[in-house]
């Protein structure tokens, strides 16, 4: 089931860029492991980064019970999280024509804090594999303390969209004349060899998730 | 001049992660080139990706006139614009103590639309160069027709903060004893070789600033 087009989602120019098919947008969210969550506090828009994870048509994120931006969140107000994927650099022969490759949901709604317990482990297991996929399974998992001491929000997939700029630059045919370059950089997030902690049992070697770590992609 | 902390960038919690200096502020709004910037349309929040530029302790963001998130922001309403790098991940020994090393800036304020059109001129090759350090020198200049066509806003960057997260995980003390590794997996932005668009003077070669792309790191 793909998503509907509301007010808010419907692009208003460029409406190529527009996608709101399940799989464009859950592919990003997946690909993605830092949103930056919005919402209003005092009147005023907040914009705070944050890991976030995925159990089927469900967004979760979390932090500390006593963090105020999620407790602003939970109380029932509308929030818009939002995840880009920086993927290239567009150099045009003219300034006004440079452009970004990119890939980015944006997705609104009314989040709710979870207070059923099991859901609540569910989730920060799942935001943990959403950031390092197979990492759970490995780790001690929390207890009913730190359970508490967790905020953990749903945020439904229902009003999202997705927007995707692919390609060169988009040039004025006189442009083309210049002895300028013109293309693209692209872009890749790059993760180094893992550097251990030195704590605990050093003869612990690094997991394979750690060693090759890198992003889903479809 | 170091800012000022007021209620909306003081950090409740975790103070020690929280930077109000100016060197640490701008260095980190220069390495990034994607901030999230966030409004109150109809009452609910929108955040939205875009490129920006700085000149001095103005931050600027553009678009095309018709924007509607950048018409709403130049209404004279509260803005928060944010900036994330996303440094590393964390992986303790708990899943509970999982975190990312990151360095983040949010700015508020209030945005301006930018009526003259010098300034509007430079803000547009400041962003140029802010996501392509040297590119506006090689490029063809705005029209008095592409400067009509994009709106710039101003963003006074005062009232803004840097969060900071680095170095290893958290530990339980008892978690130590675990067979779990621990440690950080570092994260980078890799820039690939630029691909020329074919179109034009194929012979032009690409510039240096696109075949050794690298953001200013200070």
Redesign the interface.
């Known amino acids: 089931m793909d998503l509907a087009v509301t007010d ?1 989602t419907r692009l ?2 460029k409406k190529e860029r527009g996608h709101f098919d399940w799989a464009t947008v859950s592919a990003i969210l997946d690909e993605g492991f ?1 949103c ?5 506090d005092d ?7 944050t ?1 976030y994870g995925r159990i089927d048509r469900d967004l979760y994120v979390h932090g ?1 019970s ?3 931006a999620l407790r602003t969140t939970a109380s029932g ?6 995840v ?1 994927l ?1 993927d290239g ?1 567009v ?6 024509h ?1 452009s ?1 490759n ?1 890939r ?1 949901v ?1 997705l ?1 709604g009314r989040a709710t804090k979870v207070e059923d317990v099991d859901e609540k482990r569910r989730a ?2 799942a ?2 594999d959403h ?2 996929p197979g ?2 399974t ?6 009913e303390e ?1 359970l508490r ?2 905020l953990v929000l749903r945020l439904p997939i229902v009003e999202a969209s997705a927007k995707v700029r692919t390609g ?2 988009i ?1 004025e045919p006189e ?27 050093t003869r ?4 394979a998730y ?1 060693a090759a ?1 890198r992003r889903p992609v479809r």
């Open positions: 808010r208003r120019r830092v930056h969550l919005g919402f209003v009147g005023g828009p907040v914009v705070i980064p890991a500390a006593a963090n105020h107000m509308e929030a818009c999280v939002t880009t920086a650099i150099l045009a022969r003219s300034a006004f440079h970004m990119y980015s944006v609104f920060m297991l935001i943990v950031v390092v990492r759970s490995d780790t001690r998992g929390p207890t730190e001491a967790t060169g630059p040039e442009d083309l004349s210049l002895p300028i370059w013109g293309g693209e950089i692209p872009l890749t997030l790059n993760a180094g060899q893992p550097v251990a902690d030195g704590q605990g049992d612990v070697p690094a997991p750690a770590y």
